[in-house]
């Protein structure tokens, strides 16, 4: 395994038992999904690439905005679905026609390291409802 993808593991398997807090990003304090991502990017590629804007719980829903795929584009490699590997970032839809709001960092083909409202860090299964959901996959920086 490349050496940047099994840090992005070793340092995700590290959150699990984190707390949810909205807009959080602090290893055992508190993360969102995207906290918990951005997390990893401060531990394995560096400093992050931008500041965070300020978000609501229900920002995809009152946006409709593309925030989260726009921003993985312009900082993460995009990867095909059917080519995505562990250390991977997801991004999800709850619905078809809402905008992407949750992300995941993949662990193994049919596992994931996310966290959500109401839970800690966790690795939990890709079950078929996630796939469905799944609208993205996007390598890090170096996880060539």
Do not use: Q
């Not at 590629?45 to 593309?66: F, K, N, V």
Request: include cysteine; charged fraction near 20%; charge should be neutral.
């Amino acid at each position: 395994m490349n050496p940047v993808r099994a840090a992005i593991l070793a340092e995700a398997r590290g959150w699990i038992g984190t707390p949810y807090c909205h807009r959080a990003s602090v290893r055992g304090e508190g993360a969102d999904c995207l906290g918990l991502v951005r997390g990893v990017w401060r531990a394995v590629i560096g400093p992050e690439p931008a500041a965070l804007p300020a978000y609501a719980p229900d920002w995809a829903e009152a946006t409709r905005s593309e925030t989260l795929l726009d921003t993985a584009l312009r900082h993460l490699r995009p990867v095909p679905l059917e080519a995505m590997a562990p250390g991977d970032v997801l991004l999800f839809r709850f619905r078809p026609h809402l905008p992407a709001k949750h992300a995941a960092i993949l662990s193994a083909p049919d596992r994931m390291i996310h966290a959500y409202d109401g839970a800690c860090v966790c690795e939990g299964h890709v079950v078929p409802w996630w796939r469905r959901h799944l609208a993205a996959a996007f390598a890090f920086p170096g996880a060539d």
